[in-house]
């Protein structure tokens, strides 16, 4: 593709066909392209139902990832996505690219939920149904791949990270972030006490934080990693992205700094209830460890 364009303005089966890794067989009969998802999973089954949801998923859209903080940090980590190829895995409604903006020279957007994909769409990506472990692209064409909030909703992390760093260029960008990390939502005791029935919490102290009980129950299931025991650890993230000839830099931060969060700065958590649970778990707030998130920019060796 030799031209700059929008997204939007070649059809979907022309902008794929270039990527497409031969040993799939995308199925472009309908409105989004689908590989046919062979194991549906728990976790699969969960997020394709959940983000699939009109009613949800928009909710979603405008909710989540949308703040000036967020957009400043990834705008540090990715840079300018104009004239690239980029490739947002687990891309949900498209919150990543609505947020950052941009004209990039193709967007491909990878879920299992049609829904999210159909909203993706109209925003600009090229929509692909596909599970994020057995990604349908060929290897080393992306000046960016994209994984927001995306490895915990995912079974095998380690799977779905390699898959997405099997995709960057030489030289290009692989982007993880806004994954809960595992000592900082380690709860125990009281703090663990109070995690477990902080829905009670929320509908009589923070009714702004709260969900009707289908809506949060099916939110929840799609959360595989999000849960005290379970999250992303540095070592996760170093450990199987070195071996595959990438150099990996990781910002331990709290979810409300910007750019500053490549400079180091942890910053506070977003809310009074985060630091709460922690020093009633015995967990140092202070400590990188403790940061709700660690935002990974791995450079793929030239």
């Keep these: 593709m030799s031209k700059t364009c929008k997204p939007s303005e070649l059809k979907t089966d022309s902008i794929l066909t270039a990527f497409l890794s031969q040993t799939h067989r995308v199925d472009?009969?309908?409105?989004?392209?689908?590989?046919?998802?062979?194991?549906?999973?728990?976790?699969?089954?969960?997020?394709?139902?959940?983000?699939?949801?009109?009613?949800?998923?928009?909710?979603?859209?405008?909710?989540?990832?949308?703040?000036?903080?967020?957009?400043?940090?990834?705008?540090?980590?990715?840079?300018?996505?104009?004239?690239?190829?980029?490739?947002?895995?687990?891309?949900?409604?498209?919150?990543?690219?609505?947020?950052?903006?941009?004209?990039?020279?193709?967007?491909?957007?990878?879920?299992?939920?049609?829904?999210?994909?159909?909203?993706?769409?109209?925003?600009?990506?090229?929509?692909?149904?596909?599970?994020?472990?057995?990604?349908?692209?060929?290897?080393?064409?992306?000046?960016?791949?994209?994984?927001?909030?995306?490895?915990?909703?995912?079974?095998?992390?380690?799977?779905?990270?390699?898959?997405?760093?099997?995709?960057?260029?030489?030289?290009g960008l692989l982007v993880i972030d806004h994954d809960p990390q595992l000592q900082a939502w380690n709860y125990r005791g009281l703090g663990l006490l109070l995690y477990k029935i902080r829905h009670l919490i929320y509908q009589g102290c923070l009714p702004h934080l709260h969900f009707a009980p289908e809506e949060r129950d099916f939110a929840l299931a799609t959360e595989i990693h999000h849960q005290p025991g379970k999250g992303v650890t540095a070592e996760l993230l170093t450990h199987t992205l070195e071996p595959l000839d990438f150099t990996v830099n990781l910002y331990p931060h709290n979810q409300a700094v910007g750019a500053e969060a490549l400079e180091g700065i942890q910053g506070h958590p977003p809310h009074w209830r985060y630091r709460i649970g922690q020093l009633l778990s015995g967990i140092n707030p202070t400590t990188p460890e403790a940061a709700l998130s660690i935002l990974c920019v791995a450079k793929r060796n030239p």
């Design 28 to 171: 472009f009969s309908g409105k989004i392209p689908v590989d046919p998802i062979t194991h549906l999973s728990p976790a699969i089954e969960a997020n394709s139902f959940y983000f699939g949801n009109p009613k949800w998923a928009q909710t979603y859209f405008e909710a989540c990832h949308r703040d000036q903080a967020f957009k400043a940090r990834w705008q540090a980590a990715t840079g300018s996505w104009d004239d690239k190829i980029v490739v947002d895995v687990c891309c949900g409604p498209g919150n990543l690219y609505a947020t950052l903006g941009g004209k990039p020279r193709v967007l491909i957007g990878i879920d299992v939920a049609y829904g999210s994909l159909e909203m993706a769409q109209q925003i600009g990506y090229t929509p692909l149904l596909a599970d994020a472990h057995n990604i349908p692209l060929t290897s080393g064409f992306a000046d960016i791949v994209a994984l927001n909030a995306a490895i915990h909703h995912c079974e095998d992390m380690v799977q779905v990270l390699k898959e997405s760093a099997r995709l960057v260029r030489p030289g």
